[in-house]
């Protein structure tokens, strides 16, 4: 499977918009701390902004939402194997990316036989408080010869000046957050991505 090599992650339907309309191929809504009703909202606005522009959305965490909005694919991490029910995303037909941060989390992400792995944080990352270190591209080069074809996503402290170094080391995907919303020019920084990931 080839997926789209800029992978951007962000908090609101209406970034989701802004990046497909851009021509952003693949993104993932990350939604924290929020109502029920308003979740579902969010994530349908999001996936009809998909739609609308030929883009593939991830949903994280939510995969009840997912599976009821008829969502393609889902991202869980290794908190969410815990809760959420594999057999019922595989029934739905989701496709499933992984979060992994050690050789045990690989383990287990490889068990339920992803459609991709992400491995981070690969620099230090301000978006949350991380109990791991900083995984560098050597370890992106070991993901990359453990996973075989498995399509293997950087995510963590990425930077349109970083991603080249990840593909370098195989990473297939970059995943950006704050290096977008952060920016003074996001719409100029997306197009920056797209550009170096083209």
């Known amino acids: ?13 209406a970034w989701v918009a802004r990046a497909t309309a851009l021509g952003v ?3 993932q809504i990350r939604l924290k701390d929020m109502p029920e009703d308003a979740l579902r909202t969010e994530i349908a606005t999001a ?3 998909c739609r609308h522009d030929g883009a593939l959305l991830v949903v994280n ?3 009840q939402h997912a599976i009821d909005l008829r969502a393609e694919w889902v991202h869980l991490g ?21 979060s992994t941060h050690d050789e045990a989390e690989l383990d287990r992400a490889l068990s339920f036989s992803p459609s991709y792995i992400a491995l981070g944080p690969v620099y230090p990352t301000i978006l949350k408080q991380m109990p791991w270190a900083p995984q560098g591209l050597d370890r992106l ?3 990359r010869a453990r996973i075989g074809d498995i399509p293997l996503c950087a995510i963590g402290g990425m ?3 970083r991603a080249p170094g990840a593909f370098d080391a195989g990473a297939d995907m970059v995943a950006a957050v704050t290096d977008i919303t952060l920016n003074d020019d996001p ?10 990931c083209a």
Not at 2 to 11: A, E, G, M, S
Request: hydrophobic letters at 45%; glycine letters at 6%; zero cysteines.
């Open 187 to 196: 719409d100029a920084r997306m197009r920056a991505w797209l550009k170096v």
């Open 159 to 161: 930077s349109v000046q």
């Open 47 to 49: 996936l009809e902004s």
């Open 141 to 143: 080069k070991t993901w």
């Open 1 to 13: 499977m080839t997926l789209p090599r800029f992978y951007p992650v962000f908090d609101s339907a």
């Open 25 to 27: 191929g693949l993104v």
């Open 61 to 63: 965490d939510y995969w």
């Open 78 to 98: 290794q908190e969410d194997l815990d809760t959420a029910d594999i057999a019922a995303i595989r029934r739905a037909g989701i496709r499933l990316g992984i």
